[in-house]
Protein backbone atom coordinates (compact mmCIF):
# COMPACT_ATOMS: atom_id res chain seq x y z
CA UNK A 1 0.00 0.00 0.00
CA UNK A 2 1.12 3.40 -0.46
CA UNK A 3 1.98 5.55 1.92
CA UNK A 4 -0.34 8.40 2.46
CA UNK A 5 1.37 11.83 2.30
CA UNK A 6 -0.96 13.45 5.49
CA UNK A 7 1.58 10.97 7.51
CA UNK A 8 4.64 12.84 6.74
CA UNK A 9 3.23 16.47 7.78
CA UNK A 10 3.90 17.80 11.21
CA UNK A 11 0.90 19.41 11.98
CA UNK A 12 -1.18 16.22 11.20
CA UNK A 13 1.04 14.48 13.65
CA UNK A 14 0.65 17.33 16.16
CA UNK A 15 -2.65 16.91 15.93
CA UNK A 16 -3.30 13.53 16.39
CA UNK A 17 -0.93 13.83 19.48
CA UNK A 18 -3.48 16.52 20.68
CA UNK A 19 -6.15 14.11 19.97
CA UNK A 20 -4.74 12.14 22.78
CA UNK A 21 -4.48 15.23 24.96
CA UNK A 22 -7.83 15.66 24.89
CA UNK A 23 -8.97 12.05 25.08
CA UNK A 24 -6.60 12.01 28.43
CA UNK A 25 -8.42 15.56 29.73
CA UNK A 26 -12.27 14.87 28.87
CA UNK A 27 -11.54 11.28 30.56
CA UNK A 28 -11.80 12.96 33.92
CA UNK A 29 -14.69 14.69 33.02
CA UNK A 30 -18.15 14.09 34.62
CA UNK A 31 -20.09 11.09 33.07
CA UNK A 32 -23.07 13.06 32.45
CA UNK A 33 -20.74 15.09 29.77
CA UNK A 34 -19.90 11.61 27.70
CA UNK A 35 -22.81 12.81 25.16
CA UNK A 36 -22.53 15.97 25.87
CA UNK A 37 -19.31 18.39 25.97
CA UNK A 38 -16.70 15.26 26.00
CA UNK A 39 -17.89 13.88 22.76
CA UNK A 40 -18.30 17.33 21.19
CA UNK A 41 -14.48 18.31 21.80
CA UNK A 42 -13.10 14.65 20.77
CA UNK A 43 -15.52 15.47 17.34
CA UNK A 44 -13.95 18.65 16.82
CA UNK A 45 -10.40 17.52 17.80
CA UNK A 46 -10.49 14.53 15.92
CA UNK A 47 -11.81 16.46 13.18
CA UNK A 48 -8.65 18.51 12.96
CA UNK A 49 -6.38 15.43 12.19
CA UNK A 50 -8.93 14.23 9.65
CA UNK A 51 -10.01 17.15 7.37
CA UNK A 52 -5.75 17.48 7.00
CA UNK A 53 -5.54 13.78 6.15
CA UNK A 54 -8.25 13.92 3.65
CA UNK A 55 -7.30 17.28 2.10
CA UNK A 56 -3.74 16.03 1.47
CA UNK A 57 -5.11 13.64 -0.75
CA UNK A 58 -7.36 16.58 -2.59
CA UNK A 59 -6.76 16.57 -6.56
CA UNK A 60 -5.49 20.18 -6.09
CA UNK A 61 -4.20 23.10 -3.10
CA UNK A 62 -7.78 24.78 -3.91
CA UNK A 63 -9.16 21.82 -2.39
CA UNK A 64 -6.61 21.08 -0.07
CA UNK A 65 -7.05 24.73 1.18
CA UNK A 66 -10.67 23.81 1.95
CA UNK A 67 -10.22 21.36 4.08
CA UNK A 68 -7.86 23.18 6.10
CA UNK A 69 -10.30 25.73 6.83
CA UNK A 70 -12.42 22.93 8.10
CA UNK A 71 -9.50 21.99 10.21
CA UNK A 72 -9.05 25.83 11.39
CA UNK A 73 -12.66 26.10 12.34
CA UNK A 74 -12.52 22.88 14.64
CA UNK A 75 -9.35 24.13 16.40
CA UNK A 76 -11.61 26.89 17.08
CA UNK A 77 -14.39 24.73 18.36
CA UNK A 78 -11.82 23.05 20.63
CA UNK A 79 -10.77 26.32 22.25
CA UNK A 80 -14.44 27.20 22.59
CA UNK A 81 -15.27 23.67 24.46
CA UNK A 82 -11.63 23.89 26.62
CA UNK A 83 -12.90 27.44 27.65
CA UNK A 84 -16.74 25.63 28.41
CA UNK A 85 -14.96 23.06 30.20
CA UNK A 86 -12.78 25.91 32.27
CA UNK A 87 -16.16 27.38 33.63
CA UNK A 88 -17.39 24.44 34.48
CA UNK A 89 -14.61 23.80 36.75
CA UNK A 90 -14.20 20.61 34.97
CA UNK A 91 -10.35 21.59 33.94
CA UNK A 92 -7.77 23.16 36.02
CA UNK A 93 -5.71 26.17 34.40
CA UNK A 94 -2.73 24.80 34.23
CA UNK A 95 -4.10 21.71 32.08
CA UNK A 96 -6.19 24.52 30.05
CA UNK A 97 -3.35 26.74 29.20
CA UNK A 98 -1.65 23.63 28.38
CA UNK A 99 -3.77 22.20 25.72
CA UNK A 100 -5.35 26.04 24.87
CA UNK A 101 -1.06 26.82 23.64
CA UNK A 102 -1.68 23.32 21.91
CA UNK A 103 -4.56 24.07 20.10
CA UNK A 104 -2.83 28.21 19.42
CA UNK A 105 0.03 26.39 17.67
CA UNK A 106 -1.98 23.92 15.66
CA UNK A 107 -4.21 27.30 14.40
CA UNK A 108 -1.46 29.24 13.42
CA UNK A 109 -0.13 26.09 11.75
CA UNK A 110 -3.12 25.65 9.68
CA UNK A 111 -3.40 29.39 8.80
CA UNK A 112 0.74 29.30 7.74
CA UNK A 113 -0.02 25.87 5.41
CA UNK A 114 -3.52 27.66 3.94
CA UNK A 115 -1.27 31.30 3.50
CA UNK A 116 1.40 28.57 1.30
CA UNK A 117 -0.99 26.78 -0.32
CA UNK A 118 -2.78 30.10 -2.12
CA UNK A 119 0.69 31.47 -2.65
CA UNK A 120 1.68 28.51 -4.78
CA UNK A 121 -1.56 28.30 -6.67
Do not use: H
Given at each position: MKEQKFRKLTIWNKAMSFIED???ITNKFPTNEIYGLTSQLRRAATSIALNIAEGSGAGS?????????????????VMCGLEIAKRLNYLNERDISCLIEKSDEISAMISGLKKKLKADS
Amino acid sequence: MKEQKFRKLTIWNKAMSFIEDIYKITNKFPTNEIYGLTSQLRRAATSIALNIAEGSGAGSDNEFNRFLSISLRSSYEVMCGLEIAKRLNYLNERDISCLIEKSDEISAMISGLKKKLKADS
